[in-house]
């Protein structure tokens, strides 16, 4: 099970920072963050809940990570093992995930997807959400897999959404004429689009587009 410990500073001030896979006992405060990350007009029904989490350990523990900053759970990230074919990419997240509950999960799978990454507003300036992928990356070299997955939200969409097509949207993203806080943020983290996906999820904001986006193991 993961487990590092480590500092982190915010301007010249250390944090203790530590990386660990998720527990029973951090369920409430997982959902606590969530409501924090995603409030209205995101549904708060797609928040997680108990038993969404219960079935994360049950499914796959290696894949529920959270981090903590000075003692306080601060974010983070859930994934499930897919078998992934390149030439059929399409997929909601409610399918792919089975809403939530992962018990989609093929322990034989070839690719590591990414269903969920939260990190507190107020430690989004310490670079936890990269911090988050980077061990998601680990995961997906210690198992050997292919690669890591996940469909990134499209937030800034519906402001451009009468003159630009989702693909036009994308195509300003990588060119550096926009920036979307989400699409943005997973090319920081050395992710790659590799499709839109129209219907991902109900999300009013990216007006239920998504955009799928992979890191592909460099050992294989």
């Known amino acids: 099970m993961l ?9 010249e001030k250390p944090l203790r920072c530590t990386v660990r896979n998720y527990q029973e006992n951090d369920f409430q405060e997982l959902i606590a963050i969530q409501s924090e990350c995603f409030p209205p007009p995101f549904p708060d029904e797609l928040w997680w809940n108990v038993e969404q989490l219960s079935s994360h350990l049950i499914h796959f523990p290696e ?3 959270c ?4 003692g306080e759970l601060a974010g983070s990230l859930t994934c499930l093992r897919i078998s992934y074919d390149p030439a059929h990419p399409h997929h909601t997240w409610e399918e792919i995930t089975d809403n939530g509950y992962i018990s989609t999960h093929d322990e034989n799978g070839n ?15 310490l670079g936890l959400g990269k911090l ?13 897999l292919d690669r890591l997955l996940g469909g990134g939200r499209m937030p800034g969409y519906k402001k451009y959404a009468e003159n630009l097509s989702p693909e036009e949207y994308l195509k300003h993203a990588l060119s550096g ?7 943005t943020f997973l090319l920081r983290c050395a992710r790659t689009p590799v499709t839109i996906l129209p219907h991902y999820l109900e999300d009013e904001e990216s007006l239920n587009h998504a955009v799928l986006m992979e890191w592909k193991n460099p050992f294989k």
């Open 177 to 183: 004429k926009l920036k979307d806080p989400v699409i």
């Open 132 to 144: 988050l992928m980077q061990n998601a990356y680990y995961v997906v070299i210690e198992l050997g």
């Open 111 to 125: 690719a590591l997807y990414v269903v969920d990454i939260s990190i507190r507003p107020k430690f989004r300036k």
């Open 3 to 11: 487990h590092s410990e480590f500092y982190l500073f915010e301007e």
């Open 63 to 65: 894949g529920a990570i």
């Open 67 to 70: 981090v903590e900053v000075n």
